[in-house]
T-cell receptor, first 115, second 112 residues
Framework: ETGVTQTPRHLVMGMTNKKSLKCEQHLGHNAMYWYKQSAKKPLELMFVYSLEERVENNSVPSRFSPECPNSSHLFLHLHTLQPEDSALYLC??????????????FGPGTRLTVL | AQKVTQAQTEISVVEKEDVTLDCVYETRDTTYYLFWYKQPPSGELVFLIRRNSFDEQNEISGRYSWNFQKSTSSFNFTITASQVVDSAVYFCALSEGDKLSFGAGTTVTVRA
């Protein structure tokens, strides 16, 4: 596997379910990100991890819980979600924290539907 | 305040037409970076180009070209002789420090 992979690609869950999204990067990068992309809205940055430490949490509801066990893996644990949480969730990585000259590499996303 | 503005929500063209996507940004930093990404229907954002604030040279890569105008804070993207495979959502992004801000995206539809 190369680049950034995400599983599952599609997920349908009820509001009382608990599920997890997984992201894995094979690029040797040190920073990883979760974004939410809703229809007709800009990309929303949710969480940023650098060297496995969370460096940014953009006022995301506690029903979303990230986990970064090592620099190659990033999880997003979901529980008691709402229908408005239905969106495409994108994971990205970059060599260091995005800024200067380091572009982010994106995974294909998980299309989440909350019933 | 929105840092990156892509005023065009949707553009529809016929194959072989040229299409220009506008991007206007706002920053107080003197050092910053600008990016364009393409998001095809498959969903994955694909990096197209990076430009730093000190390099105002226009760039051409195949059918793609970029026009960076620091004086007007714009970084426009032109697809020449568009093809159906160019249909996608295109995002402009601004990097300041350790933050990357995306525009809302422009959906380009190229009809055969």
């Amino acid at each position: 596997e190369t680049g950034v992979t995400q599983t599952p690609r599609h997920l349908v869950m009820g509001m009382t379910n608990k599920k997890s999204l997984k992201c894995e990067q094979h690029l040797g990068h040190n920073a990883m990100y979760w974004y939410k992309q809703s229809a007709k809205k800009p990309l929303e940055l949710m969480f940023v991890y650098s060297l496995e430490e969370r460096v940014e949490n953009n006022s995301v509801p506690s029903r979303f819980s990230p986990e970064c066990p090592n620099s190659s893996h990033l999880f997003l644990h979901l529980h008691t979600l709402q229908p408005e949480d239905s969106a495409l969730y994108l994971c990205a990585s970059s060599p260091e924290l995005a800024g200067k000259y380091n572009e982010q590499f994106f995974g294909p996303g998980t299309r989440l539907t909350v019933l | 305040a929105q840092k990156v503005t892509q005023a065009q929500t949707e553009i529809s063209v016929v194959e072989k037409e040229d299409v220009t996507l506008d991007c206007v940004y706002e920053t107080r930093d003197t050092t910053y970076y600008l990016f364009w990404y393409k998001q095809p229907p498959s969903g994955e954002l694909v990096f197209l180009i990076r430009r730093n604030s000190f390099d105002e040279q226009n760039e051409i890569s195949g059918r793609y070209s970029w026009n960076f105008q620091k004086s007007t804070s714009s970084f426009n993207f032109t697809i020449t002789a568009s093809q159906v495979v160019d249909s996608a959502v295109y995002f402009c992004a601004l990097s300041e420090g350790d933050k990357l801000s995306f525009g809302a995206g422009t959906t380009v539809t190229v009809r055969a």
